[in-house]
């Protein structure tokens, strides 16, 4: 009796822990915490605390966290042979869960949310959303302005709060490719990190980030701090100068670029991809 409820237990274990894989945890412990810090901004008091408090932080945490369950449950049920080379880890790609499995969870976090007291305001636009999304999944654009728009909607504070958001959530976009790099080439998914090459996406990543922890040490009161950042800018863009740099000498040595590649000198350098050779043009793009 002993050994089967042990592994009744050891089962149970198993599920819970391929479910908690299938919710993507990293994003779901962002929805609360994101919802949890805005529902602390009109606070004044510890007197604010009261059970009503707490209901309509409980009834905006379970459709936001159900809504993030079926974001990423119905990208898995659409990516699963590209996880199977990108995320083998996943339940649905593992095969931990069945197709229909997968169907039914993502379904249930759908009717969660349709139920909750936020389906007036937010259910109907998001489970769309993500359809779409899915459509134009060849297309990062797309994908990244969708992940913009829908984040900043979650925390409404402020405009300025909004625009972080949107800084913060573009990266996230870029950066959420990289280490998919080989399903996605195999599948034709023309990610950034495909077409530029994971270091590149990385490196500009990492130069973006400099600029703007060096931006938070400006002293708008000192002349001298102003113009010590300004000069500061003028780096990254000698690293552009640089990259153009390789790539000319690329061009030298007859050495296929991809046709996206476009580069602007005194004249603009362009691929003509019928032709299959590079042509000038004082036209510009």
Known sequence: MANQSEGLWAAVAKKLDAFYRFSRPHTVIGTIIGIVSVSLLPVQSIADFSPTYFMGLLKALVPAVCMNIYVVGLNQLFDIEI?????????????????????????????????????????????GAEVVELKFKNRKLYNGVE????????????QLFSWKCIFYQSVIALFKDIPDVDGDRYFGIQSFSVRLGQEKVVGHGLLASILWFRAQSIDLRNKASITS?????????????????????????????PHWIRMRTDNTIRYNAKRR?????????
């Open 83 to 127: 996880d199977k080379v990108n995320k083998p880890r996943l339940p649905l790609a593992s095969g931990e869960f069945s197709l229909g499995t997968g169907i039914v969870l993502v379904l249930a976090a759908a009717i969660v949310v349709y139920v909750s007291d936020i389906h007036f305001a937010f259910a109907s636009p998001f489970l």
């Open 147 to 158: 992940v913009q728009v829908s984040s900043p909607i979650r925390c409404l504070a402020h």
């Open 229 to 257: 950042f300004y000069m500061f800018i003028w780096k990254p863009s000698h690293k552009t100068f640089r990259i153009k740099k390789k790539l000319a000498k690329k061009m030298r040595q007859n050495r296929p670029i």
């Open 277 to 285: 050779h590079w042509r000038r043009t004082k036209l510009g793009f």
